[in-house]
């Protein structure tokens, strides 16, 4: 049977983690610099100074509310409630217009990343199948083009933040495998053909290098495919207007001529029919903007889930692939899988992820069980194996169990700890020998006895809200 890591996503839900126990603060892999106001009154705003003059500083607010999506807000402050003016210096400052610029065209942005995807048609099993193959990873789906297309945009957006976090320490050795299925019944019949039984959504075959996520998206397909035409039809609309312009210019300033009028008269009257065809070219990207929107914000729900899944088992692949691959490196499985859980859940913004606060259904699940009078002890979570987290008929709350403490041990470690990406977890994960057990890897991993660990680990995640 094929060797399989397989992982659930929507075990643990989303969740992002904190800079500290107890912290307001915020953590993320690309802290933006900003600008700040301050106001008599003690308040303070950041983000980009955007103008101001004797009467009003009007300032772009970059809010990052901790565990929510970044947004934007422009704040009109009076001058007189104003204390301070804090400014970046130029280079900074035209960085973060740009990074603001980019994140106000998000959806337009993704159209076009999605337009330059390159789509083959390949036949797996008598049926049809898009392939993308890209630097990182080749990926094939059911599903219909245009969701495909934006599927690819965003795993690649997640690689990138994959490569941010934890930089590539070496090539990989064969081709890695991305299969989106467009309904779990495509997605159980493709486990069938591999020979697997396993009640997981999403699974990385390691042996085969493959990842396999199945999700919903056949059903959306054909409310997708209507919005894909009225966009596609308001473009073309679009573009008729901006062709039709000097035309229609030139026939009235014609028209004008023939009946006598004077140049100020024409001038005057084109410039009027300028402003009618602007202000008709303006409502319509307005309105092509608000279908872009709507559908990135459909697309978002729909897939949500199987995002997780997807990205949950993109981890453990680009682990494999790039990072710690198992022929060099002896990665335990409670730390692949609380990696792969921490990762699937970063709030994604572009090509990075951030990670404000531990996410509420996790810390809740995993506080209950050190507090239930049986909890799972560290020793059997530092032995346990890839059966311990695969889900069957009577194993979901066993398996539930181990992803909880997996996601706080691995949790703790980063954010606690600070050890990822160091050379001390490199050496941790490297072939231990054969008289090293689990334990004792750990033990030399944080520096201290096992059950020492413990009580901190333990006070720790207990001080976590």
């Not at 467009?182 to 591999?194: C, D, E, I, P, V």
């Not at 303006?282 to 697309?299: H, I, S």
Request: contains cysteine; proline residues 5%.
């Amino acid at each position: 049977m094929n060797r399989v890591i397989a992982i659930t996503a929507g075990l643990l839900g989303v969740w992002c983690a904190p800079a500290g126990p107890a912290s307001g603060q915020s953590f993320s892999v690309s802290d933006w610099p900003s600008e700040r106001v301050e106001l008599l009154d003690g308040q303070r705003y950041e983000g980009l100074i955007e103008s101001q003059d004797d009467a009003w500083v009007n300032l772009i607010q970059i809010s990052r509310r901790q565990g929510r999506p970044m947004h934007l807000v422009i704040r009109p402050i009076e001058r007189s409630k104003v204390a301070a003016v804090v400014r970046l210096p130029l280079a900074e400052r035209i960085r973060l217009r740009q990074r603001i610029d980019k994140f106000l065209n998000r959806s337009r942005i993704e159209a076009a990343r999605m337009d330059a995807v390159r789509l083959d048609v390949v036949e797996r099993q008598g049926k049809p199948l898009l392939r993308y193959k890209g630097k990182w990873f080749l990926l094939e789906s059911s599903i219909e083009e245009a969701t495909t297309r934006r599927v690819i945009v965003r795993v690649e957006q997640i690689f990138t933040a994959f490569r941010q976090i934890l930089p590539p320490r070496t090539q990989r050795r064969r081709p890695l495998r991305l299969v989106v299925l467009g309904s779990m019944t495509q997605y159980h019949a493709h486990l069938k053909r591999l020979g697997l039984e396993i009640r997981n959504p999403a699974c990385f075959v390691e042996d085969d290098n493959l990842v396999v996520a199945g999700s919903e998206l056949s059903p959306f397909a054909a409310e997708l495919a209507r919005i894909n035409a009225y966009h596609d039809q308001l473009r073309c609309e679009l573009e008729q207007l901006e062709k039709r312009l000097p035309g229609r210019l030139a026939e009235v300033a014609r028209q004008l001529s023939a009946q006598g009028a004077s140049k100020d008269q024409i001038k005057k009257l084109l410039a009027a029919e300028r402003g009618e065809f602007e202000r008709q070219i303006k409502r319509k990207r307005d309105e092509l903007k608000r279908v872009d929107r709507n559908n990135a914000r459909k697309f978002d729900v729909v897939t949500r889930q199987m995002f997780a899944r997807l990205y949950h088992e993109a981890f453990h692949a680009y682990l494999e692939n790039y990072v710690y691959p198992h022929q060099d490196f002896d990665v335990p499985r409670w730390l692949n899988e609380g990696l792969a859980v921490m990762f699937e859940a970063g709030l994604a913004e572009g090509d990075t992820l951030r990670f404000d606060l531990p996410q509420r259904a996790a810390l809740r699940r995993l506080k209950a069980d050190l507090n239930s009078p049986q909890p799972l002890p560290l020793e059997k979570l530092l032995c346990a194996e890839h059966r311990a987290f695969v889900l069957t008929a009577d194993n979901s709350a066993p398996a539930a169990q181990y992803y909880a403490h997996a996601w706080g041990l691995v949790y703790c470690l980063t954010f606690n700890n600070h050890l990822l990406g160091t050379s001390k977890l490199d050496r941790y994960v490297r072939s231990p020998g054969e008289n090293a057990t689990p334990v004792e890897r750990f033990e030399r991993l944080v520096g201290m006895p096992l059950d020492d660990f413990q009580q901190r680990w333990r006070a720790y995640i207990m001080k976590l809200r």
